[in-house]
């Protein structure tokens, strides 16, 4: 009878050793998940910063040629070429009409990159909840999956010691 029992208790220690297995298992495939979200996260965070980046480079370029032909001369562009580059195109006006016309066209320009900043911080703040949300909903399903283990464990081991 001594051999049974003891038989019994090696199946059950051999049983609880697998599910502690499968458990490791399953919170090693959770976290690998949860590094996987991260890094799409992170990527994609990468690509709202450089893309509003670029905007950002864009609308002041915009600002600067509109001040540019306005006659507001307080701001330059670092970079000379691009100062080159406008002060060529304020050659080729040869009217006030043209230069109405011009100011028009990148007013219009700098609304239209202002309005496609703004999409891009809306999305991104999107993006940044929904990824937030699912990296919080895979931690909550491997702390529950986890929490259910060792009160299963628990209960397996209470039923031993009455």
Known sequence: MSQDLTQQW????????QQIAELQSDRTAA?????????????EAEQRRT?????????????????????IDGVTLPDATAVTAIQEEIDKLNSLEELKT???TVTKERDRLLQALKTEQ??????????TTALGDA??????ERDSA?????NTLQGYKT
């Open 102 to 104: 011009q100011l028009i």
């Open 150 to 154: 060792k009160e299963e464990e628990s």
């Open 51 to 71: 893309d509003t980046q670029l905007a950002q480079q864009a609308i002041a370029s915009l600002k600067a040629e509109i001040q540019n032909l306005q006659g």
């Open 10 to 17: 090696l199946g059950e220690i051999q049983t609880l050793k």
């Open 139 to 144: 931690i909550d399903g491997w702390t529950k």
């Open 122 to 131: 809306d999305n991104h703040a999107q993006t940044r909840r929904s990824l």
């Open 31 to 43: 976290w690998e998940s949860a590094e996987k979200w991260r890094k799409l996260y992170n990527t």
